[in-house]
C-alpha cells in the first residue's frame, strides 16, 4: 500500500521524501517520524500508512482522512480509530474528517450500541455553539460553501445510499431475518463457539463446509462482494458467527512464508509454492486443498508441467503432506 502510494505521488516525493511513509513497530525509520506526524506545526510525513497506529492512544489531531482497508468487528478498535479524527483544531480549520471505507466498517455507526451518554450537553437557543477556549476562530479564513453531490432523486426529494441491508422472506411473504442474522443462526447452530468451529474447518474438507451453509441460503459470492474478495470464508464465518476481526489472505498465506517449512524449501520450490499461494489468494482454499491437479494449469507450465513440477516437490506424498502444513499455518 505504502508503495503504491509513493507511485502515484512520485511529484510530491521529489519535493520532500516523507510526503508518503510507513509508521509501524517494526519499522524505525517510520516511528522516528511519529512525533512529526501528530505535530500540527510538521508538514511532514503528510500521508502515512499503518496496521494498528490509529487503534492506539497517538494524539494525531490534523488527521483530515481515515483510510479503512481492513475488516474491523470490534466497535472499541473501530471507535478508537475514528477517534483520531474527531480532534478539532478550530484555528487551522480542521473542523470535520473523512472517512474512506473500503471494507464496510462504517456499518458499525448503525449499531443502537455505538453511542453512548453526551460527554457534555450544550443547552441554546439560535445561538452558534461556543469555540472551545484557547480554540478561537481565525477570521482571515474564509469557509467555502459545501457542493451538494446529488446521487438520486425519490419523490423529487434528494436522496442518498449510505448502506445496503439485504433481507430474507419466506414462501408467505413474511420477513425470516436479514441475511447475515440468518447465517449467524445457521452458525451457532452448528458450532457452539469459535474453537469447535475452527477445530471442524482443520479435520473437514472445506469445501464440505461451504456447501452445508450454502445449502441453508448462504450466499458466500454475496458476503464477499460486500467485505471483499481478499476475505477468506473461514473469516467470514467467523466475524458473522462469533464476532471476531477477519484477516485478509494474503496477511493468512504470510503465515507460512514466515514460517521454517517454507524458509527450508529451496529457491525453485519456493517459487512454485508461492503460486499455489497466489492461487489461495486470488481464488480460495478449494482450489488448493487436496488438489495436485493444480499442477496441470498453465501457471505452472514454467516449471516444465506437472510432473516435473510434483518431481520438483518431492514427489505426491511429500507434497500433500507439505500442503497439509501450508493449510494448518493459513489458518493459525
Known sequence: MCQALVNENSDLMSINDKYVMRITGSDALGKAQLENFIDNNSKYPTIVTTSELLSTGVDCKMCKVIVLDKVINSQTIFKQIVGRGTRLVWNRDKRYFTILDFRKATLQFSDPEFDGPSTSVYVGGKDPIPTPEGEEDDPSIVEEPQEVYKKYRINDVE???????????????????????????????????????????????????????????????????????????????????????????????????DSDSYIALNEEQQSIINEVLDFYINKDIT??????????????????????????????????????????????
Do not use: C
Request: aromatic residues 12%.
Open 159 to 257: 436522496t442518498q445510499i449510505i448502506s445496503e441491508l439485504e433481507l430474507l422472506y419466506g414462501d408467505d411473504g413474511k420477513l425470516i431475518a436479514n441475511h447475515s442474522e440468518n447465517f449467524k443462526l445457521a452458525i451457532i447452530e452448528k458450532y457452539t463457539n469459535h474453537e469447535s468451529f475452527h477445530s471442524e474447518w482443520m479435520k473437514h474438507e472445506k469445501k464440505d463446509i461451504i456447501a452445508y451453509f450454502e445449502e441453508r441460503g448462504v450466499d458466500f459470492s454475496r458476503l464477499k462482494k460486500q467485505l471483499g474478495s481478499d476475505v477468506d470464508v473461514y473469516d467470514i464465518i467467523n466475524m458473522i458467527g462469533f464476532g471476531l476481526d477477519a484477516k485478509l489472505k494474503f496477511e493468512r498465506a504470510n503465515n507460512f512464508k
Open 287 to 332: 482450489e488448493i486443498e487436496n488438489n495436485i491437479e493444480i499442477f496441470k494449469l498453465k501457471d505452472f507450465s514454467p516449471f516444465g508441467g506437472y510432473v516435473p513440477t510434483v518431481k520438483k516437490l518431492g514427489g505426491k506424498p511429500k507434497y500433500m503432506n507439505l500442503l497439509n502444513e501450508i493449510i494448518t499455518k493459513i489458518y493459525e
